[in-house]
């Protein structure tokens, strides 16, 4: 076991700052007292540089090592989700409607204890860019950081992030090389037909039908114009028509989302719902309008970045506790935009919970305390073994 023995004896802080923040929980790009909270103990701990207001409420923490070498960026994320809490514990949320549900506050924890350490210790050489970014939920934060200039200002060449996983035990970790995480999109559907009496449907033009009609039909595209051994998701999410019992409405609207892996199911399934859309709504003498707006992409790992946080997680460990062919995900992570410009990894920490139902996004849901002090373990161990300043080399 490799844990950094230091962090391990600062267990019960991390567990009162993961608490803190939990207890405080902050939107998308709205995370102003989370960031401040984050510079403030990046400045007390002495790091290089401090930069706030990146993509609004992002934070950026430079740590030098003892000689020169290549950068490398450690990412975490600040946001919460608009959930209203249902775990009753005492540190639950003080926000009515707001809620850590995904763990965010527990990925702050562990990147803040990284940072302490490694600006305490410097046992690497080259920099390291500790990444604290907004709004992972939905609005692209990372992307943000990224148009406003992350890395041209804090130039690196690789990106590193983590995420705890409620399907896996505690302390074990997860990862695979390649496409790991959705590309996610979506879609709005409008139909418009002609309103009449519900018992004279012939004397209109029905919008309720057609979007039923529609709903079917859009399974067809994962269930027959996508390979079998790829993986896709079309699901209509959200239908909105009508008001009362005896009235057929002129109109409908469908919403949903797509979930896919490679670039050319994606291009696909984008092309055909379109065009079934358009179909069905010929054949139900409905106009139609669809909007179709691209979202997150796909997270894709590079081999070699995997093998290194494999090989890290393995020392933590052991290596039977660390899978790296875990299956692909068709949830979405923004961090997939960096990983569209940098190579790196993004790998899943085991908490437990989720066969319990405390997954990510319940009202049940809480950030395991237990895997603080590995994950900010994984971090600097990953910085020394990526970063090997000389005294390590020999
Ligand atoms: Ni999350």
């Not at 997860?174 to 004397?203: K, N, S, V, W, Y």
Request: glycine content about 10%; some cysteine; aromatic content about 8%.
């Amino acid at each position: 076991m490799r844990i950094v023995p230091e962090i391990a004896a600062e267990g019960e802080e991390l567990v009162a700052w993961r608490r803190h923040l939990h207890e405080h929980p902050e939107l998308a790009y709205e995370e102003v007292e989370t960031a401040r909270f984050v510079a403030e103990k990046l400045r007390a701990f002495g790091l290089d540089e401090v930069h706030e207001g990146l993509a609004r409420t992002g934070v950026v923490g430079v740590i030098r090592g003892r000689g020169p070498g290549p950068a490398i960026g450690l990412r975490a994320d600040m946001d919460a989700l608009p959930i209203e809490e249902r775990t009753n514990k005492p540190w639950a949320s003080k926000i009515p409607g707001k809620m850590h549900a995904c763990g965010h506050d527990g990925h702050t924890t562990m990147l803040l204890a990284a940072a302490r350490h490694l600006a305490r210790t410097r046992a690497f050489a080259g920099t390291v860019y500790v990444i604290f970014q907004p709004a992972e939920e939905l609005y692209g934060g990372a992307a943000k950081m990224i148009e406003e200039g992350l890395f041209e200002r804090f130039p690196m060449e690789r990106v590193f992030g983590l995420h705890n996983w409620p399907d896996l035990p505690a302390g074990e970790f997860a990862m695979r090389a390649g496409p790991a995480m959705a590309a996610a999109d979506r879609f709005t559907i409008r139909l418009e037909g002609l309103g009449c009496h519900g018992a004279m449907p012939h004397q209109g033009r029905d919008p309720v039908l057609a979007a039923a009609a529609l709903v079917a039909a859009l399974q067809m595209l994962v269930a027959r114009e996508v390979d079998p051994i790829d993986s896709a998701v079309v699901s209509v999410t959200r239908i909105v028509a009508g008001e009362t019992y005896n009235v057929i409405p002129d109109r409908a609207e469908l919403w949903g989302t797509v979930r896919s892996f490679r670039s050319e199911t994606r291009e696909r399934l984008r092309r055909r719902l379109h065009e079934v859309a358009e179909g069905i709504a010929a054949a139900h003498r409905m106009t139609v309008s669809v909007s179709y707006e691209r979202g997150y992409p796909t997270l894709v790992n590079s081999a070699e970045e995997v093998s290194l946080s494999a090989a890290v997680a393995a020392e933590l460990v052991g290596p039977a506790k660390v899978h790296t062919d875990h299956p692909p995900c068709t949830g979405a992570e923004d961090f997939a935009f960096m990983l569209e410009k940098k190579p790196g990894s993004y790998i899943w920490l085991g908490q437990g919970g989720g066969a319990e139902g405390r997954v990510c996004h319940s009202p049940f849901y809480d950030f395991n305390d237990e895997v603080l002090v590995l994950g900010a373990s994984y971090w600097v161990r990953l910085v020394e073994h990526v970063l090997p300043s000389d005294r390590q080399r020999g």
